[in-house]
Structures are given as structure tokens and as C-alpha cells.
T-cell receptor, first 114, second 112 residues
Framework: AQSVSQHNHHVILSEAASLELGCNYS??????LFWYVQYPGQHLQLLLK??????LVKGIKGFEAEFIKSKFSFNLRKPSVQWSDTAEYFC????????????FGTGTKLQVIP | SQTIHQWPATLVQPVGSPLSLECTVE??????LYWYRQAAGRGLQLLFY??????ISSEVPQNLSASRPQDRQFILSSKKLLLSDSGFYLC???????????FGPGTRLTVL
């Protein structure tokens, strides 16, 4: 079955540290990839997405993600985190052949310490 | 612009009582609609989706049901709540043909 894995469940970083959150999926066909973020007390919102083209995708607030097809990965990165990046981050994937169904990972809680 | 509403924001219900959560979308027509449950450490689990009025697909067998009586209205229901129904319920919509989903504020349901 198609699945999405986020291996880091809880990450704690100091401000200005670099961030990389892992996301892997299991499916050999065409995928669309997303990262969503949920700040404390706010709606889940889209951070960035990949449909096709350049595998390095830039999103809002300085985040980027790289699609590596051979590794079935779509890791999220930020060179220097801020306290305001404290949130829960969800990787999501749509798999070809179906309707617009999005499969979410289990989420990673990021805590940035000032 | 499009907006999505969910109510109530929080709900505390006794075991065995009925449930009705409502989601409405404004500013778009014929959206795809979704109900998710978010549980700590388990991410978002898709419960139901709908591609049109009266068209409901269930992703997992459970104690819940969904209905879409109008184009931009999506309702999550239960006849008798279980303790295990406690959780955070999110409604989402997407444009037909698009994979990008937009989420509502959610409803925190506690079953006692």
C-alpha cells in the first residue's frame, strides 16, 4: 500500500540552527508532494509543493524541499530556523491513478529554543 | 477569496450521544471536500471525501458517516459516539482537478 513516512517525530533546535526534516514515500509511480505546517492555534496551511520540473522547490518563510526520485524522498530544509518556526510539519503525497486523495505523514513537531 | 468554516470549534459529548459537525466553503463551486481526523503522533487520517452533492466515499470503516446535502456543505455525523471517536476533526477542500487542499480551523471533540 502507498504510504508516507516521517521518521522524526519531535525535533528540538536552537535558533539559527539548520533544519532538515525527512519524508519518504512508498510508490513507484507519479507523485505530487507537499509540506504543510500547523503553527500553534492556527489552521493547517501549505508550506510548499512539488508537481513537476525543478526538484528543488522553494516555499514560504525561507523553507525549501528537494524531491529525490531515486530515494523516494522529499526532505524539508531551512538554513537557519527562528523561534517562530515552532510548529508541526506534515509531509503529504498524492499518488497517481486516483482522485485528489492526499496521504499525510504522521507529522514532526519542531520546537525552536530562543 | 475562498474561506472554509467549521463548527463547533470544541465539543464535549457523552458516550452514546449523536454527533453532527458541519463544514461549509465559500467562494468556490463544486469543490472536493474531505474530512480528516488528526490524532497525536498519527498524522491526518482521511475519513471521507466527496466529489459532488450526495457523493460520499469512506476511507476507513468506523462509527462515523458523512453527508453532502449541498454543494459547499459537508457534514460529519455519528448516531452513537464512542470514546475512541475523541480527536481533532479537520475539514478540507480542493478545486476539482487540483491536489492542493485548504483546511478549516478544526473541531476538537472529546467523548466522555
Amino acid at each position: 500500500a502507498q504510504s508516507v513516512s516521517q521518521h522524526n517525530h519531535h525535533v528540538i533546535l536552537s535558533e539559527a540552527a539548520s533544519l532538515e526534516l525527512g519524508c519518504n514515500y512508498s510508490y513507484g509511480g507519479t507523485v505530487n508532494l507537499f509540506w504543510y505546517v500547523q503553527y500553534p492555534g492556527q489552521h493547517l496551511q501549505l508550506l510548499l509543493k512539488y508537481f513537476s520540473g525543478d526538484p528543488l522547490v522553494k516555499g514560504i518563510k525561507g523553507f525549501e524541499a528537494e524531491f529525490i526520485k531515486s530515494k523516494f524522498s522529499f526532505n524539508l530544509r531551512k538554513p537557519s530556523v527562528q523561534w517562530s518556526d515552532t510548529a508541526e510539519y506534515f509531509c503529504a503525497v498524492t499518488f497517481s491513478g486516483g482522485y485528489q486523495k492526499v496521504t499525510f505523514g504522521t507529522g514532526t513537531k519542531l520546537q525552536v529554543i530562543p | 477569496s475562498q474561506t472554509i468554516h467549521q463548527w463547533p470549534a470544541t465539543l464535549v459529548q457523552p458516550v452514546g450521544s449523536p454527533l453532527s459537525l458541519e463544514c461549509t466553503v465559500e467562494g468556490t463551486s463544486n469543490p472536493n471536500l474531505y474530512w480528516y481526523r488528526q490524532a497525536a503522533g498519527r498524522g491526518l487520517q482521511l475519513l471521507f471525501y466527496s466529489v459532488g452533492i450526495g457523493q460520499i466515499s469512506s476511507e476507513v470503516p468506523q462509527n462515523l458517516s458523512a453527508s453532502r446535502p449541498q454543494d459547499r456543505q459537508f457534514i460529519l455525523s455519528s448516531k452513537k459516539l464512542l470514546l475512541s471517536d475523541s480527536g481533532f476533526y479537520l475539514c478540507a477542500w480542493s478545486l476539482w482537478g487540483s491536489n492542493e487542499q485548504f483546511f478549516g480551523p478544526g473541531t476538537r471533540l472529546t467523548v466522555l
